[in-house]
């Protein structure tokens, strides 16, 4: 199986800031990697595609990047909105298809 | 607007069953694959099951093969998860799941999820 590892696990941050999550496959995904963000009592909301693709309606402040093993999510001008956590998600060899443990973005 | 509703969930003991219900609306339900993915309290996200457009193909996450079972009616635009011989590990929010089309085993829409608790 295709282990996913996500760093920080937590952060804090303020109004205004740029922040960076990363994750890590156990081996190449080759750009097959999603993220997510996910607010209290709510489902997930699907944020990136194929490591770079933007969802449609998704703000331009979110974007992706990365291949191989190593992806990032970058979130510029932080808005209180985006207080959330976030989850990466391989789906490059299912079963089982797997998410990284979260990122949790709090208010600093 | 594209919907997705579970139902079922509820308080079972250690052992016992339970049969979750999903139905969509808003799109052409027979032309998506579908998962079912849980959520622990207080934990990440697990996907638990998959299936193909037509229902041929079903996978499962090692930790319910063989206790949980995936099916869809397309007629009725309608998913079951029947979950067996279930344990207190297995309480989580389950979510049914659209699979997104433009990245393959991706989740585009998600519905709002129903509560498993597994407790004597």
Known sequence: ?108 | QVQLVESGGGLVKPGGSLRLSCVASGFTFSDYYMNWIRQAPGKGLEWVAYISSSGSTIYYADSVKGRFTFSRDNAKNSLLLQLTSLRADDTAVYYCARGFTRTRFGFDVWGQGTMVTVSS
């Open chain 1, 1 to 108: 199986d295709i282990q996913m590892t996500q760093s920080p696990s937590s952060l804090s941050a303020s109004v205004g800031d740029r922040v960076t999550i990363t994750c890590r496959a156990s081996q190449s995904i080759s750009s097959y990697l999603n993220w997510y963000q996910q607010k209290p009592g709510e489902a997930p909301k699907l944020l990136i595609y194929a490591a770079s693709d933007l969802q449609s309606g998704v703000s331009s402040r979110f974007s992706g990047s990365g291949s191989g093993t190593d992806y990032t999510l970058t979130i510029n001008n932080l808005q209180p909105e985006d207080f959330a956590t976030y989850y990466c998600q391989q789906s490059y060899s299912p079963p089982p298809i797997t998410f990284g443990q979260g990122t949790r973005l709090e208010i600093k």
